[in-house]
């Protein structure tokens, strides 16, 4: 068996509640990208970690420290989730902070897979409307509660 981490996107994982059962369906049944695998008797999933949230100044430091645990357990690839894949806008910056820093681990595009083009983009749909919603703050409580007036 391979040794395998998945990074996946800190959003969905907080804000959207992904439980990654799409990525550890097709980890166990070697489809999707980890069809890769199989040859060599499958993917062992040693760890799944979430990106370190859309970058700040401290991003590359995080994420490196977040993979630096997966590294330290033996990885050989870790795969970036098909909604870091299809969703983050800043994917590219982190693979490269990390192949830089971890030359010896694969880093790989994708998950699972999605039955069809339709059902991708509606998935890619509902994700990008979901974390773009507008969410009430305790300023619009506060304004409710005054009348609309301070």
């Given at each position: 068996m391979v040794r395998i981490g998945i990074i996946t996107c800190a959003n969905m994982t907080n804000d959207l509640a992904c439980s990654s059962v799409g990525c550890l369906e097709d980890s166990y049944a070697s489809k999707g990208k980890f069809s890769r695998y199989a040859e060599r008797g499958g993917a062992q999933v040693a760890g799944i970690i979430s990106c370190s949230g859309c970058p700040t100044?401290?991003?590359?430091?995080?994420?490196?420290?977040?993979?630096?645990?997966?590294?330290?357990?033996?990885?050989?690839a870790i795969h970036f989730a098909y909604c870091l894949e299809h969703n983050c806008p800043f994917k590219n910056k982190y693979r490269s902070i990390l192949q830089s820093e971890f030359p010896n681990i694969e880093f790989i595009s994708g998950t699972h897979e999605v039955p069809d083009e339709k059902q991708a983009a509606d998935l890619d749909a509902f994700v990008k409307n979901a974390l773009c919603q507008q969410s009430a703050s305790m300023a619009d409580l506060i304004e409710s509660l005054n009348g609309g007036s301070r």
């Open positions: 100044l401290r991003a590359p430091e995080k994420i490196l420290k977040r993979v630096r645990t997966l590294a330290v357990s033996g990885v050989e």
